[in-house]
Every structure is written in C-alpha cells, then in structure tokens.
C-alpha cells in the first residue's frame, strides 16, 4: 500500500477530479469521428481520454468509499476501490499525450487498465451477497437496499461508458478491420444473425445443463442491417434467449407436452429497432415483476456461491443479468421492458434506438 503523504496526495487529486464536469459522446460523434483513424485524430482521441477517464474513474472511486449498510468495507468491495485507485494513478501521472510514441504508450496502458477491470462485476457481485447474507437470512430485502441498487446502476452505467471508450480506441488502432467496422461499432449490423450467434450460445450453455434445450425460431429481415455495437447486443440477447430457455425447460421438465420453442422477433422501426424474446416459460408472478431488475434477486434456487469456484457461464446467474442488459441498452439511447402473463410466458423487448444521437447517460 501506498505511505500515507502518497495516499493522502493521492485521496486529494481523486476528490478534484470527482468534482469535474464528464463530458458525454454519442454512438454517431463516435461513428463518424473514427471512420478515419487518421495520426492526429488518434491523437486527439488519446488526449480525450487522457482528461475525460480520470474524471470518471475518480467518481467511482469516492462513491465506493461512501456506501450504506458497511457495503464499502466488505474486502471485495475494497479490492475493486484499490483497481479504481491503482487506474486513477496510472492515467494521472502519465505525461501529456503530444506526440504518435506517447500516444501509443498511453494506448498500451488504458488496454492494460481494461484488463484489470475485467472482474469487476463478480467480485462487486460478492461484496453485495456477502451483505445480503449478514442483512436477511430470509428472502426479504431490508428498506435502504434501493440506495445500494441506485449506486450500482451507476456504478454499472458508468463501467459501460469507460469500457466503450476505451476499447473503442484501442479498436481504431486495428490496421484491417473488416468493412463497415469502425473500432466497436458495426456500421452494417445485421440482428438476425447476432440473434442466431446469441441463440447457439446460449441453447449450448442450456444443453450442458439439462441435456436437452427448447428450439429458437427468429423471425425478421434477414438483410435489414443498421449501426451498432455488437458485443453490446450479443450479451443482451444472449442473457434474455437463456432465461426463456431456463424457464421453457424447466416448466417442460416432467411433461409428455410438446416443448414449446422460444420466439424472436425483430422488427425495423423508424426510430427504434425492437426485439421480442417471447417464450412459454410458465411467467413471472406479478409481485415479482418489479424485482428482476434489482441487483440483489436471482431467480435461481441457489444462486452461484461467488467465494467459490466459478465453472463458467451458468443458466443461473447472480441475478445481474436483466438489469446489466438494460444499462446497456440505455446506454445509447435504448431500452429494455418485461411484460408476463404468469401461468403461461414471458415476453422480453429490447428497444435500440436506430438514431444513434443520444449522448452517453452520464451517472
């Protein structure tokens, strides 16, 4: 750990720069900025971040230094402070960006602060389960716990926005990407083909489960194409296809019925692109509705135990899943909505904003 002047010094720069104005960007500034990765616009894009993700970070780490119900001293959250720390420092003391060295210098190490971040949801996930152990050995959530999903919307919103920024930059840098890619972006992303790619996946993950899974039929355009990220819509699709998988199989376990396939639909709007994951999966109780997008409610008998070893992608997660797919779809613009009719399915729609102008929701 750092000696206490350094980390005094250190706890004073985080609280100035957690005061600074963010300043957000849209999916088409982005679009059109990076359709030429000239030097001196990866220049400027350099010298962006090396403003813009301190101010970020330094936000997250205060808020995590200030959480309810003792949530910021759980050593799971304070190993996740000291990576936000440890990428404040590194980005701060790094020299101006002037010249095309410093700035595939600075590339290198915001690559290396990405990586770092890369366990930041399960292991912020064991700080809340190590609480939500302590506070209610029942299923009931004690009042003040939305103050703790309200943070990690914008804890999560936040990590989105950093992560887009940066991998989009380091993306630029690719010397043949493929065409119509710009960094993340897929200019030309067809929906019908993420959905086949997020279905196989997610029916794989179903079928190491139960052995069997239920069809998917997709239904749509198959050469309708429009901009977006599609790493950002194969986790959407992905999450929502595997919980109506998980709900179809199980309701279908022990009945000589025919299994019903899970449906997807896209359709091409004028402003949006929606798409409906509908399956037969039994619902969704109504009073249970409002608690599928709170962080600290799994539909899963026994959610996965984060101390111990974690075997992959499991049909039953931490119950992070809906409301993690719903920051990403807000995040440019979009949303997520659930309507069930309890007794019979469920029907998810993910709306896209095909316009790409509304700027990053900034937490």
Request: charged content about 25%; glycine content about 8%.
């Given at each position: ?10 706890a004073?720069?985080?609280g ?10 849209s ?11 000239t ?66 210098a ?9 990586v770092?971040h ?7 996930a064991?700080?809340v ?15 003040g ?9 914008r ?17 630029l ?21 993420v ?5 196989e996946?997610a ?11 239920p ?23 992905f ?10 199989q199980?309701?279908y376990m ?13 359709a ?19 009073s249970g ?37 719903r ?14 009719m309890?007794?019979?399915g ?18």
């Open positions: 750990m750092a000696s206490e002047p350094v980390a005094r010094v250190v004073e720069e985080v100035r720069w957690g005061s600074m104005k963010q300043t957000g960007v999916l088409r500034y982005m679009m059109e900025f990076g359709s030429r990765p030097e001196r616009n990866l220049l400027l894009s350099a010298q962006f971040l090396h403003k813009e993700l301190p101010i970020r970070i330094a936000r997250r780490a205060l808020e995590l230094e200030s959480l309810p119900f003792g949530l910021s001293n759980k050593p799971a959250i304070l190993k996740v402070r000291d990576w936000y720390l440890d990428s404040f420092r590194d980005i701060r003391y790094f020299p101006d960006v002037r010249s095309r060295n410093d700035q595939l600075f590339t290198q190490m915001i690559k290396m602060i990405k770092r890369n366990n930041v949801v399960p292991t912020m064991l700080g389960q190590q609480l939500k152990k302590e506070q209610c050995r029942t299923r009931k959530i004690p009042s716990f939305e103050e703790i999903h309200e943070f990690l919307d804890f999560y919103m936040s990590r989105i926005g950093i992560r887009m920024l940066i991998g989009q930059h380091v993306a840098h690719d010397p043949d990407p493929q065409p119509g890619v710009i960094g993340l972006i897929n200019t030309k992303l067809s929906p019908i083909q959905a086949q790619a997020a279905s996946d029916r794989a993950v179903c079928l190491r489960e139960y052995g069997s899974a069809d998917i039929n997709i239904y749509g355009d198959p050469v309708f194409t429009f901009p977006y990220v599609s790493s950002h819509l194969h986790l959407m699709l999450e929502l296809v595997k919980n109506s998988l998980r709900a179809v199980e309701q022990n009945s000589d019925k025919d299994v019903p396939p899970v449906r997807i639909i896209v091409d709007g004028a402003e949006d692109v929606t798409i409906k994951v509908s399956d037969e999966g039994g619902g969704i109780p109504r509705l409002p608690r599928i997008f709170t962080y600290l409610y799994s539909t899963a008998q026994n959610p996965p135990d984060l101390d111990g070893p974690n075997e992959g992608v499991t049909m039953a997660g931490y119950g992070y899943g809906l409301p993690i797919s920051l990403y779809a807000r995040y440019f613009g979009g949303d997520l909505q659930m309507i069930s309890e007794g019979y469920t029907d998810a729609y993910l709306h896209l904003s095909r316009l790409g102008d509304s700027e990053e929701p900034l937490p």
